[in-house]
């Protein structure tokens, strides 16, 4: 039970995250009394005024904020108008007692999203708080991909060039940074006239200049600031080059990291599709939504999958994500990596098990791979029997995805 509002707050990891605020420590146990039995709540933090909730809401960053109208300082009803307009990621669900059934009208038009008479039971609270949640998300997901196809049509009119390939994989470890650096290196020496751009996404473990042998001064994060004047001077400003190529390093610390948003991520494809051929973007494994916003702004996503029961199930639920989100079947393929004789795990089947086309396969080689990787050298510089597969690689993309292979 929690004595006063200081009480330090369990953190059961990742539910949906709720804050309380009540006008006395008897009530503000009462609710969490109700909430107990329910595992899929987080109580992130409380507050017995509302002058307090909102100066912590700013902190523990909610999903809900469950307030009771008569709050003292602050009223509920203010909390839920200055949610609404200043955070409206974070909902406000009221509580109050009969005698206040009058303010319905006025918390509703203030913005609060739901208004619960007391008392009420643990289920009913729990079962308004999920469906709020739902209908919230659900709410987000919508103007997110509204407002990710306009500025995907707006863009995709102002640049019809440059083509860009989400490299991806549901699991750690499948090779995507291997093949993200060296599909880059090989076409853009194949093709040395053509501009070739390298983004690493992979926001918390980016590892490819490191399998470039370089090391980046600066970052993605720095172009965060100027997102909205990205031009091919301050792209070269931030990238390291190396022939024709220009790496965007990801982030050292991961606090820098957190800066790469939304908005950033938009900008920053519009330049690359403007100044280069083809753009290459690593990713991590962690599902996130600024994975969805390059899924969504990407021309093609290349998952790399390896012949392994687990690797393809997380294939399958990236999949899933991505016809969800309504994005074009033609625009996806899965390349079969470390791949090895088997009967059972054979691209065949893999692509009907995913339902995505197959587009070709690379070799299990582990012994090339680690020591290419512990020099430093890229595959070109070696006679490792993987190397064909780049070229088989590069076709088959610039087949689906419209880049140019002509002579240069
Ligand atoms: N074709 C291959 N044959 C053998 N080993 C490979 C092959 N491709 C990649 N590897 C090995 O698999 C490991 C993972 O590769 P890589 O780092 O490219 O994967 P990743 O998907 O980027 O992983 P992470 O989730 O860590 O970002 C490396 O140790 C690499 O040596
Ligand atoms: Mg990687």
Redesign the pocket.
């Known amino acids: 039970m929690i004595k006063n509002s200081e009480h330090a707050i369990e953190n059961h990891g990742k539910r949906i995250r709720l804050f309380l605020a009540a006008d006395n420590v008897a009530s503000l146990n009462n609710t969490l009394q109700l909430l107990s039995e329910y595992h899929e709540f987080e109580i992130v933090d409380t507050a017995l005024d509302g002058e307090d909730c909102l100066q912590k809401i700013t902190l523990c960053r909610p999903d809900i904020v469950i307030a009771e109208l008569a709050l003292p300082k602050i009223s509920g009803v203010k909390i839920a108008e200055y949610l609404s307009l200043e955070r409206p990621e974070i909902s406000t669900a009221l509580l109050a007692d009969q005698s206040n059934l009058g303010f319905y009208r006025s918390a509703m038009l203030a913005g609060a999203r739901e208004f619960l008479i007391t008392p009420v039971t643990g289920e009913e609270l729990a079962f308004s708080l999920k469906r709020l949640f739902e209908i919230e998300k659900e709410r987000r997901q919508r103007k997110r991909t509204s407002l990710n196809y306009d500025l995907k049509s707006e863009i995709k009119a102002k640049n019809k060039n440059g083509k860009i390939i989400l490299v991806s994989?549901g699991?750690?470890?499948?090779?995507?940074?291997?093949?993200s650096a060296n599909l880059a290196n090989i076409y853009a020496k194949s093709y040395p006239h053509r501009r070739v751009a390298v983004a690493d996404f992979?926001l918390q473990?980016g590892?490819i200049c490191a399998i470039y042998d370089l090391v980046p001064k600066k970052s993605l994060a720095d172009l965060v600031p100027v997102a909205d004047e990205l031009d091919q001077a301050t792209l070269n400003s931030v990238a390291v080059m190396t022939d024709n190529i220009c790496l965007f390093a990801s982030p050292t610390e991961l606090e820098r990291s957190e800066l790469v948003s939304s908005h950033f991520t938009v900008k920053l494809l519009e330049a690359c599709r403007r100044y280069y051929d083809l753009t290459i973007i690593?990713t991590?494994?962690l599902m996130t939504d600024i994975y969805l916003d390059l899924m969504e702004q990407s021309d093609y996503m290349m998952l790399?999958a390896n012949p392994e029961v687990l690797s393809v199930k997380a294939c399958a639920q990236i999949g899933r994500i991505y016809k969800k989100m309504g994005l074009p079947k033609e625009a996806i393929g899965f390349v079969l990596?470390?791949h090895a004789d088997s009967r059972l795990l054979t691209p065949e089947r893999i692509a009907e098990r995913l339902n995505i086309k197959y587009i070709t396969s690379?070799?299990?080689?582990?012994e090339?791979?680690?020591q290419m990787?512990n020099e430093g050298k890229l595959i070109i510089e070696t006679d490792s029997a993987?190397f064909l597969a780049f070229p088989k690689l590069i076709s088959a993309l610039a087949a689906r995805v419209g880049f140019s292979t002509a002579p240069t």
């Open positions: 994989g699991k750690g470890g499948t090779g995507r940074s291997f093949i992979d473990f590892d690593n991590g494994a790399v990596n470390k690379i070799p299990n080689v582990p090339e791979v680690s990787l993987a």
